[in-house]
């Protein structure tokens, strides 16, 4: 019998959106007409620019190793684009490239979070935040995302949560699932209570350039948090570059050789290839990024209304991200139910709320990063479900 695996291991999780995806592609397999709402992937294409400098490169013979912090040409690219778009200087050597924004968010987790710290978590949330957090060896403390605040934090309620174990405070703006986006008045207040307190931040950014209403703001930007916050960041949305697989974080310097020590460690370093492309993608036009959020704005205006018309469903209009987070319980129904019977009856794959946190269950997650056509049958056929359940 083979040795039992660390204890750890029965904190680390997983996502639910991967689950319910490779369920929906069998059910397709098996021939059924399913209509994928489940992941957050842009159907975009990568700009051809970024396309076109990564087949060079690679024809050029970029196939070698480059440092664990990141090509010196991306970090640069990302400290200019940084630094005009965020509110606050960075420069290069502040600068590390990850597998993905995904493994900045471990790393921030694990080397900020030690046995006994707490950290607080949006609820609903990205999963990865809640699940690295407990596998740090700390205690992942849920902060409550209000619907009736249109998904934005109650600054009173997160005073509240903060202990003499709490370390760190995790932020995501705009959001997943919901797409909500804090206000300037909530980062004000959010800020006031992470120096009160003296807490690190993470803030996830990822979809900072996919907003339709309001104004994304690093908190990093607002007095005295530029030290204490990592952001990260990275290509997957905004470029439509998942599978390239390259995130970065904007680190306070003193940070910067303990995340080089768990890169080297842990990825090694990101294909050169791919950075080579994600300078491109940067350093151009960025007519595509513009097109795109055009695009999802149009979409999500489609989504929300349609999802409104539905009986016993109330959809809010996320400012940002591409996704809606329907409230369904006036179906009769909690939102893993829902999801549940909505792929098995009608082929329309979505998440449960309940897959992002505690407090989502009357919620169902819907990404409109698909094509309108889609999107309309999916809606009438979520109304169909409804009318006949």
């Known amino acids: 019998m083979a040795a039992p695996l660390a204890a750890r291991m029965q904190h680390l999780g997983t996502e639910g959106a991967y689950e319910v995806s490779a369920r929906a592609k069998a059910l397709e397999a098996a021939g059924r007409p399913i209509i994928h709402l489940e992941i957050g992937e842009p159907d975009f294409d990568t700009p051809e620019r970024a396309r076109a400098t990564a087949k060079a490169a690679l024809d050029d013979g970029a196939s070698r190793y480059g440092s664990f912090y990141g090509l010196p040409s991306l970090r640069e690219a990302i400290a200019r684009d940084a630094t005009a778009r965020k509110g606050f200087q960075v420069t290069p050597d502040e600068v590390i490239v990850g597998i993905g924004a995904k493994s900045v968010i471990f790393w921030a987790l694990v080397a900020l ?19 690295a957090a407990r596998f740090a060896g700390a205690t992942s403390v849920p ?11 109650d600054a009173e309620e997160l005073g509240a949560l903060v202990t003499e174990r709490t370390r760190l405070l995790v932020l995501n703006s705009p959001a997943n699932p919901t797409g909500g986006l804090l206000a300037p008045e909530d980062l004000t207040a959010i800020a006031a209570i992470a120096r009160k307190h003296d807490l690190w931040v993470l803030s996830d950014e990822i979809y900072g350039r996919l907003v339709y ?21 990275g290509f997957s949305k905004t470029y439509a570059m998942t599978g390239w697989r390259v995130g970065y974080g904007l680190l306070p310097p003193a940070l910067v050789e303990p995340f ?8 090694g370093c990101v294909p050169t290839v791919n950075q080579l492309g994600a300078v491109a993608a940067l350093d151009g036009p960025q007519n595509d990024v513009d097109e795109m959020v055009r695009e999802l704005r149009a979409r999500r205006d489609l989504v929300v209304a349609g999802l ?5 469903v109330s959809c809010r209009a996320p400012a940002g991200a591409f996704y809606v987070f329907p409230n369904v ?4 129904s909690s939102g893993s139910d829902f999801a549940e019977r909505l792929l098995t009856e009608a082929d329309v794959c979505v998440l449960p709320g309940d897959a992002f946190g505690t407090f989502a269950d009357a919620h169902i997650r819907i990404s409109y990063a698909t094509s309108r056509e889609k999107l309309r049958e999916a809606i009438q056929r979520i109304d169909a479900f409804v009318r006949s359940s």
């Open 213 to 233: 209403e309001g104004e994304h703001i690093s908190i990093a930007s607002l007095p005295g948090m530029r030290e204490r916050t990592v952001v990260v960041d």
């Open 260 to 267: 080089g020590r768990l890169a080297v460690n842990s990825i």
């Open 329 to 332: 319980s006036d179906t009769g």
């Open 143 to 153: 902060l409550p995302i209000r619907e009736r605040l249109d998904f934005r934090v």
């Open 113 to 131: 979070l030690d046995v006994g710290d707490e950290a607080i978590v949006p609820d609903p949330g990205f999963p990865t935040y809640e699940s």
């Open 308 to 312: 409104n018309a539905v009986p016993g």
